[in-house]
């Protein structure tokens, strides 16, 4: 006979930590948005300064890796990053 108490709290357990880290991710994502306006602003007052076009460079290389994570290579096939 199956223990299904133990699997139903096992699911639940799992299910209350995807909600968590859904949150986290998307708390992370907002303030990643605010960090990137706040970077363009800077860049606006430095337009001759390519260190801010580097920054965004290595930025955009590690958010297609993120996307790559969640199911979409189109961002680091685009880039011809290795995956």
């Known amino acids: ?3 299904t108490k133990a699997q139903s709290t ?3 357990t799992a299910a209350h930590l995807y909600a968590a880290r859904y949150a986290e991710a998307q ?3 907002k ?3 605010t960090r990137l306006a706040e970077h363009q602003k800077r860049q606006a007052a430095a ?3 390519w260190g801010y ?3 965004l460079g290595r ?3 590690q958010l297609a890796y993120v ?8 961002a680091v096939d685009a880039k011809g990053l290795e995956y």
């Open 31 to 33: 303030r990643i948005a």
């Open 53 to 55: 076009a580097g920054d």
């Open 27 to 29: 708390d992370l994502l």
């Open 1 to 3: 006979m199956r223990n």
């Open 10 to 12: 096992t699911q639940q």
């Open 59 to 61: 930025i955009t290389e």
């Open 67 to 74: 996307l790559a994570d969640l199911g979409d290579r189109g």
């Open 47 to 49: 337009p001759a300064d």
